[in-house]
């Protein structure tokens, strides 16, 4: 029986592509960038400032994370946060889909899904991406830096969102290295376990 | 195409069992506490001192963990585990096998192996062991101590000999939740991911 599917993943680790192929191959919706849009719909926020907020978190940007709304008195950033999990427990009451990051295994604690967390080692994070960029040897340490920086981010946002371990076996039903065998062995696991999900 | 496969668990995860459903669905040999005898044999200690030092590092007997052997000037639980990773290395080049426990993970690193992690959440660890050992509730605070220390044990002694930590997912191919979805699901998903291995 096909569930929600909640994807946590290391940075580089081809999580997000193995979560659209995922939901491809079973047919339902994949959901990630576009639940901060629809998020920012939501609180009727302008969508420029939502992404902001956002990507200050999860990205590289420099920004004061605690700006107050004179109107709810939170955080922005808690607030984009509360708004997208609003879309996400919407969303997963719509039927099966596919949703990469933004804590959704915590958000749906309550509801039949199946967790996975995507994770390849270091080395062969770093030559993912520098193969997907395009990117010369001599960019290669900045790479490292960047991987780095972004998993320490998603861990940090992880762990301020759900007071869970990011990456913490028992916090997922699978967790899967999606570079020693390939991301049709993670896809293949994954739907062979869920089969046998109530 | 079958492999080696180790197994990694947390206590009373059922991850031994996991091991000998896995090895018979695959018609390969399974190894688990004949290691202790073979690797016994192999260095011609006597078989009684070998399980006592063996299970003092891996169950609840105290003893003196630093006895040196007048002939190897070795730790004797050192002895012990060199032993059985010569045992191990040898089994893995008869062929395909499943190895539970003894660090088989990191003694094959240079082997094509399948290296699974089994866990299931605390609480659920701890009923299956009352129901399996049928103790009354009042047991209940004891087995949790139990569980809590033989853990403990596991990682100490992963990390003691290979410098790694214990259950951490980058050093596995997979790790599965053998409760939530139960232990047909782990099998089927160690063979679906394992038909993509070189």
Known sequence: MTKIITISREFGSGGRELGRRLADRLGIPFYDKELIRMAADDIDIEEHIFEMYDDAF????????????????????????????????????HGPCVIVGRCADMVLKDEQCLNLFIYASFKKRVQRLMTRENLPETELRQMERRVREIDR??????????????????????????????????????????????
């Not at 004061?64 to 969303?91: C, G």
């Not at 762990?159 to 899967?176: M, R, V």
């Not at 994954?190 to 109530?198: G, N, S, T």
Request: aromatic share 14%; proline share 4%; glycine share 4%.
């Open 58 to 93: 999860m990205e590289k940007k420099e920004v004061e994370y605690t700006p107050f709304s004179s109107i709810y008195e939170v955080p922005m950033s808690d607030q984009t946060f509360m708004a997208q999990s609003r879309v996400i427990r919407r969303l997963a009451q």
């Open 153 to 198: 981010k998603r861990r940090d946002y992880y762990q301020y969102y759900t007071g869970n371990e990011w990456g913490k076996p028992q916090n997922y039903h699978l967790c899967l290295d999606s570079h020693k065998a390939g991301m049709d062995a993670c896809i293949d696991a994954a739907i062979a376990y869920m089969a046998h999900l109530d």
